[in-house]
Nanobody
Framework: QVQLVESGGGLVQPGGSLRLSCAAS????????MGWYRQAPGKQRELVAA???????NYADSVKGRFTISRDNAKNTVYLQMNSLKPEDTAVYYC???????????????WGQGTQVTVSS
């Protein structure tokens, strides 16, 4: 069974930092793009940052210069370093990975269960 397990969320004051981690586990043939999305109450889920298997990155304009996405391919893990956090960054953060489970299979999106990030004084 394939799982994406997130960790690192919590409560932080404005201007603070958090680091999220997401590890893909199970029987996996290939891991392609990985990324972080977030969903605030009453809003649609939005892309925060994504990274390809080769290391190319993409960020939402609202987090450029503050958030950094990275990955460890040997560990099938993606990270999101969040600095200079703002109250508007408060949301549930979800990890997504594009995985191929077996040779010859199509690749599909897999999601983590989400981790709460709250930025408040």
């Amino acid at each position: 069974q394939v799982q994406l397990v997130e960790s690192g969320g919590g409560l932080v004051q404005p201007g603070g930092s958090l680091r999220l981690s997401c590890a893909a586990s199970g029987s996996i043939f290939s891991v392609y793009a990985m990324g972080w999305y977030r969903q605030a109450p009453g809003k649609q889920r939005e892309l925060v940052a994504a990274i390809t298997s080769g290391g190319s990155t993409n960020y939402a304009d609202s987090v450029k210069g503050r958030f950094t996405i990275s990955r460890d391919n040997a560990k099938n893990t993606v990270y999101l370093q969040m600095n200079s956090l703002k109250p508007e960054d408060t949301a549930v953060y979800y990890c997504k990975a594009v995985l191929r489970l077996r040779v010859g299979d199509l690749a599909y999106d897999y999601w983590g269960q989400g981790t709460q990030v709250t930025v408040s004084s």
